[in-house]
């Protein structure tokens, strides 16, 4: 049988690039992957965007969210008939009515917020940027601070109102097996969070001390998460 393709979605303040070290360790063993450019516009507008890509995949697909990448595989997953599996790697599993900025808030611990934010008005919009001199202690505190940098000043806006959307509709992760990677130091988004969303979502659980940038200090860990979804469809 055929290999699934991998299906990538980073987040937030990010862009494909923090997939790199995945993307690395997922071809070594075969596997074809995509890496979505995420528009960071909205849940809506993103994850559609993403279910086209992903009805762009001959065969089945593993669809893999980083953070709001989370957001937007719940529900791109269900205009995605091709979809076997869903990981989140320190992600949002939201459900009917929850918004990103209400679930990060929902349990102590985020760094991630007005004091550490940037805000530029785009076309009468706001976007969100983290402060440099933040990036690292929200986003990046396990990787070297070279690299943490470099993320800094490249990282994505996000369009804030991509963050404080609730999300509409019926969740994938209600119908389809999931897999959440916990990041156990992530500043970014609550430990605890990631805990209950999973458990309300019963993903199988990997936790890992790192923090929310876990895919470019850990891909190794990362990647094993994503090949045991994979194994599943096989």
Known sequence: MSKPTIVLVHGAFADSSSWTGVVAKLQEQGYPVQAVANPLRGVESDAAYVADVVNSVSGPVVLAGHSYGGALISRAATDAPNVRALVYIAAFQ????????????RYPGAKLGPETTNVLEHDGRPELSIKPADFAEVFAADVPAVTAAVLAVTQRPVAQQALAAPFEGTPAWTKLPSWTLIANQDNAIPAAAQEFMAERASSTVRRIDASHAVAVSQPEVVAEVILAAAASVE
């Open 94 to 105: 939201p459900d009917t009515g929850e918004s990103v900025f209400e679930l990060s808030g």
